[in-house]
């Protein structure tokens, strides 16, 4: 049985600079958005996830009998996101000039092994296997939807928003 550090520390650390990396990577390819807008929606989006993701892993773990406390599923989808910092990180700041397809080798490396990782815990701690298999993969899939989110859609919004809302230099 793995043992999950149940500390917030690290998590909120991961989340952070993972603001900073998606705020350097609007920067980097160019956006004329406010500032403060971009960097409340990078926050927003970051700590949405968080906690939002946490509190619907853990109504699955508490309906499928998953012996894992709050806590622990907060500290456990934070620490899962340092890949998804690894990955946004070297295909956005990196490797900016390079094509999708080196974004979807760091999302098949990094984001799968930390998105199964978080699954095998989930998978771990239920008691029928059959549900535990059910948890994992919700959550493995939430998690790799989540860099695809942040990757494609994310950005999106954001050159949408630059047609709309220029900022005008005098």
Not at 15 to 24: F, Q
Not at 63 to 74: G, H, M, N, Q, R
Not at 97 to 105: C, I, R
Request: glycine content about 8%; aromatic content about 14%; proline content about 1%.
């Amino acid at each position: 049985m793995y043992i999950i550090r149940s500390e917030l520390y690290g998590p909120l650390m991961v989340v952070l600079t993972l603001i900073a990396v998606m705020l350097a990577g609007m920067k980097a390819s160019g956006q004329t958005v406010q500032e403060g807008t971009l960097m409340g929606t990078a926050i927003g989006t970051c700590f949405g996830y968080w906690v939002g993701a946490s509190c619907f892993f853990f109504a699955l773990a508490y309906f499928c009998d998953t012996k894992i406390s709050a806590i622990e599923v907060l500290s456990l989808c934070g620490y899962g996101l340092f890949g998804t910092l690894l990955c946004m990180f070297l295909s956005t700041l990196l490797m900016a000039s390079a094509s999708d397809l080196f974004f979807y080798a760091t999302w098949g490396v990094l984001g799968v092994s930390s998105a199964v990782r978080m699954g095998y815990i989930f998978l771990e701690r239920t008691a029928v296997r059959k549900q535990g298999v059910t948890v994992a993969a919700i959550v493995a899939s939430v998690h790799l939807l989540f860099i695809l989110y942040l990757k494609f859609v994310y950005h999106k919004t954001y050159e949408a928003a630059a047609k709309i809302n220029p900022i005008h230099v005098r």
